[in-house]
C-alpha cells in the first residue's frame, strides 16, 4: 500500500492514521514529527524514516523501552493469538515464522523466555530478507550481549523496521527523485561530449577540404 499525497499535504488526523504505525504501537512518532512541520522533503522514505528516528533517539530511555516492549515476540503468543498488527503480521509472514516446524518453535519460546527475563524486552530484529534459520542463529548470538549493547542493537532493528514499514507506505517515484535528476545530470554530461564529437569532426572534414586532394588522407586519418 502507498500513501497520497505527499505527507506533508496531508492534515494531521491523516497524517497520523498513515504514519502512526510506523513505529511499533507508538503514534507518539508521528504526532511529533507532524508538529514539528513537514515540507516536500518528506515525500522521501529515507527523509522521513531519518527524522522519525531522530525523534525516538531524542525521546530519552523511557520512551525508548516502552517502544521496544511494544514489538510483539517472534513466533510467540500474539502471533498464535493472531493479535500481530497488519505490519508485523507481514513481517513475520515474510520470513515464515508462522510454518516453523516443532523444533524451531520450542527454540523460539525457549529463546524468547531467556532473553525477555535478561533485557527486560522482547528480541527484535528486521526479518525482511532473512529466514527462521538467520534469525534463530541471531537470536543466539545476541542473547549472549551485555544489556548496554543489547539496548542500542535493538533500538538500531527498530529503526530500521521503521525505515522499511517508510518505504512500503510512500510512492516509488517520490522515493526515487533524487536518482532521477542524477541520470538527467549524466545525461546533458553525455549530450554535450557527443556534440563535441561531432564539432571535432566536422572541423578535420572542413580543414580536409581546405588543405586539398594531396592532405585529405593525413587530415581525416586525425579524426
Not at 87 to 94: F, G, I, R, V
Not at 174 to 188: D, Q, T, Y
Request: hydrophobic residues 45%; proline residues 4%; charged residues 20%.
Amino acid at each position: 500500500m502507498t500513501i497520497k499525497p505527499a505527507p506533508h499535504r496531508l492534515s494531521r488526523a491523516d497524517f497520523i492514521a498513515a504514519f502512526g504505525g510506523i513505529y511499533e504501537h507508538s503514534p507518539w512518532v508521528a504526532e511529533r514529527l507532524f508538529d514539528s512541520g513537514l515540507s516536500a522533503h518528506d515525500a522521501n522514505p529515507a527523509n522521513l524514516a531519518r527524522r522519525m528516528a531522530e525523534i525516538v533517539d531524542a525521546a530519552g530511555y523511557d520512551k525508548q523501552i516502552a517502544l521496544l516492549c511494544a514489538h510483539p515476540e517472534l513466533a510467540g503468543k500474539l502471533a498464535i493469538a493472531g493479535s500481530l498488527t497488519a505490519e508485523s503480521t507481514a513481517e513475520q509472514a515474510s520470513a515464515k515464522l508462522d510454518q516453523c516446524n516443532a523444533e524451531e518453535f520450542a527454540a523460539f519460546q525457549d529463546l524468547n523466555d531467556r532473553y525477555g527475563k535478561k533485557f527486560g524486552h522482547p528480541f527484535i530484529i528486521a526479518v525482511r530478507g532473512l529466514d527462521r534459520a538467520n534469525i534463530l542463529a541471531a537470536f543466539g548470538k545476541r542473547v549472549a550481549q551485555s544489556a548496554e549493547t543489547e539496548f542500542a542493537t535493538a533500538l538500531g532493528e527498530v529503526h530500521k523496521i521503521a525505515r522499511l514499514r517508510c518505504i512500503c507506505l510512500l510512492p516509488v517515484s517520490e522515493g526515487r527523485r533524487p536518482l532521477r535528476w542524477r541520470s538527467l545530470a549524466i545525461c546533458w554530461r553525455l549530450r554535450w561530449r557527443l556534440v563535441g564529437l561531432v564539432y571535432q569532426r566536422l572541423l578535420a572534414i572542413a580543414l580536409a577540404i581546405c588543405c586539398g586532394p594531396s592532405d585529405n588522407r593525413s587530415v581525416l586519418a586525425i579524426c
